[in-house]
Structure formats: structure tokens, C-alpha cells
């Protein structure tokens, strides 16, 4: 291949790294981000369908404690804590 070729892909690909580099902050930002607060006449954004399951519905892991590990042991309670050894 000739050198103003090769130039042209590597301008190519630099530039959907700089997309791919782009689309991945813009979803942590995203996510980061605290949401949006939305007047209730707002037009353009509708009510979620009847049936539809919100994306912060119930379905979500339960919070635990940070102190609790599951033990894998039989004989003690998985996520309670483990009693101290050598009191």
C-alpha cells in the first residue's frame, strides 16, 4: 500500500477511538450524573406504558450491609456476620 493510503487509515482509526473514547464518557456521565428534575407539563416526555415495569422497580438487589459476608460454611447464616475468633 502506498503512504498516503496507510495516512488515511490511520486518521480512520484514530478518529473511532476518539468516538469510542467519546460514547464511553458520555455513558459514565451519564450515569453518574443526578437525574434530571421534569415539570409535570413538560411536553415530549410521555407517561410509561400501562404494564411496563420501571427501571427502578423492586426486581433490584436488596442493599447489604458492608460488614456481612457470606460465609459458605453450613451452621452459620449466609450475610450474617462471623463470630470473632480467639475471644
Known amino acids: ?25 458520555w455513558a459514565v456521565w451519564s450515569e453518574v450524573r443526578p437525574p434530571r428534575k421534569q415539570r409535570a407539563g413538560q411536553p415530549g416526555h410521555a407517561a410509561p406504558a400501562a404494564g411496563r415495569v420501571p427501571a427502578s422497580s423492586s426486581m433490584e438487589e436488596p442493599a447489604t450491609d458492608a460488614l456481612t459476608v457470606p460465609s459458605g460454611r453450613p451452621g452459620v447464616a449466609s450475610g450474617q456476620p462471623s463470630p470473632a475468633s480467639g475471644d
Open 1 to 25: 500500500m502506498t503512504d498516503s493510503v496507510l495516512d488515511i487509515l490511520k486518521l480512520v482509526l484514530l478518529g473511532l477511538l476518539y468516538l469510542f473514547f467519546a460514547r464511553v464518557l
